[in-house]
């Protein structure tokens, strides 16, 4: 059986922006003021430093690189992300969802193999990894595709994926050590696929994917300023309790 859940399809929108959002909606959700809620959207160049980030050893930006550096409470290492990358942010209680986080990340790669499947790419997990990749061929070995970086509070989730669609893939290798992995590879739907393809060809997919593993029947929120969830003061004081 499904549950309601809200729906915001967003676009260009600034870490620090999402990241209060993403709290403010935790603290309505964990309240049981609103339903779960999952946000896509696309960032501004930033790097995300998490709780494992070995700062001195991971980070190794050039001095011209126009890109943002954010300190955040999601677990794992550094990552990147950049306009033309799929973000998704459910901010679920696990709860509903077998209190069980292990369970709640190998969901998350289910949704990003079955997303990247629809567009005839056979993505797989790699056994003590977190992420999903594609699988070695060609003279390549396995490319990370996908990224995965979650925190919970008291079973409510924040943060999520980030699936590589049509970007320059350079920043996880040049400018960090993304993930903290010295040598893994890194690269997108478009490289795997050899043509164009963008965030909003990949969306609804995505959005159904979420949808059928989690068992999630949407109702889309308004994105505009001012509108929806975006702004109203009572979610920001439950996100403080």
């Known amino acids: 059986m499904s549950r309601g859940a809200y729906l915001m399809n967003l676009g260009l929108v600034s870490y620090g ?7 403010s909606l935790a603290g309505a959700v964990s309240q049981g003021a609103i339903p779960e809620t999952v946000i896509f959207l696309e960032h501004p160049p930033v790097i995300t430093v998490g709780r494992r980030t070995e700062t001195d050893r991971e980070l190794h930006i050039p001095e011209n ?16 992300h950049g306009p033309g ?21 190998r969901n998350l790669e289910e ?59 350079a920043p996880f290798t040049e400018w960090i050590t993304a993930c903290g992995l010295e040598d893994a590879a890194f690269t997108t739907m478009a490289k795997e696929l050899d043509r164009g393809i963008t965030v909003e060809d990949v969306r609804s997919t995505a959005v159904g994917a979420l949808a059928d593993v989690f068992g999630l029947d949407f109702e889309e929120l ?13 979610h920001t004081a439950l996100a403080a309790r």
């Open 222 to 234: 308004p994105a505009d300023d001012g509108a929806g969830l975006w702004r109203q003061a009572i």
């Open 65 to 80: 690189a126009d890109v943002e550096i954010a300190e955040t409470d999601r677990g794992g290492k550094s990552t990147f």
């Open 111 to 169: 949704v990003l193999i079955r997303t990247l499947a629809a567009s005839e790419l056979e993505a797989q997990r790699i056994e003590g990894l977190t992420g999903v990749w594609m699988p070695p061929g060609g003279g390549q070995g396995p490319r990370k595709i996908a990224s995965i970086g979650v925190h919970v509070s008291r079973w409510v989730t924040t943060h999520g994926y980030a699936l590589n669609v049509d970007l320059d893939p």
């Open 17 to 23: 922006e999402a990241f209060e959002l993403q709290r």
């Open 85 to 105: 990358q799929l973000v998704c942010y459910p901010i679920l209680d696990l709860a509903n969802h077998g209190k069980d986080v292990k369970l709640y990340v």
